[in-house]
Nanobody, 124 residues
């Protein structure tokens, strides 16, 4: 069974930093493109960042400079670091894996494997 599990979410004060993890089981991430998405309360899911199988980050049109994506294929894990957190960053964060390039993954449509999400709450 192909599975992705996000972790690292929680309650963070504004201005803080957080690193989310996305760990795969049942398959190897080596040849997969990985996308991070988020869904804020009352809003639609949006792409945050994507990273190619070769490790090159790709930013959606609504690029957010406070976000950094990385991957460690030896650990079968991808990461999303968020700096200078703002209350508007509150929401569920999801990772997804797919064989298509980031230009497709950014759409969030028809992706092969999704995680269940991890909740990030930014509040003082």
């Amino acid at each position: 069974q192909l599975r992705l599990v996000e972790s690292g979410g929680g309650l963070v004060q504004p201005g803080g930093s957080l690193t989310l993890s996305c760990t795969a089981s049942g398959f190897s991430l080596d040849y997969y493109v990985i996308g991070w998405f988020r869904q804020a309360p009352g809003k639609e899911r949006e792409s945050v960042l994507c990273i190619s199988a070769g490790g090159r980050p790709s930013y959606p049109d609504s690029a957010k400079g406070r976000f950094t994506i990385s991957r460690d294929d030896d650990k079968n894990t991808a990461y999303l670091q968020i700096n200078s957190l703002e209350p508007e960053d509150t929401g569920f964060y999801y990772c997804a894996a797919d064989m298509n390039p980031c230009s497709v993954v950014h759409s969030g449509t028809g992706l092969e494997v999704w995680g269940q999400g991890t909740l990030v709450t930014v509040s003082s």
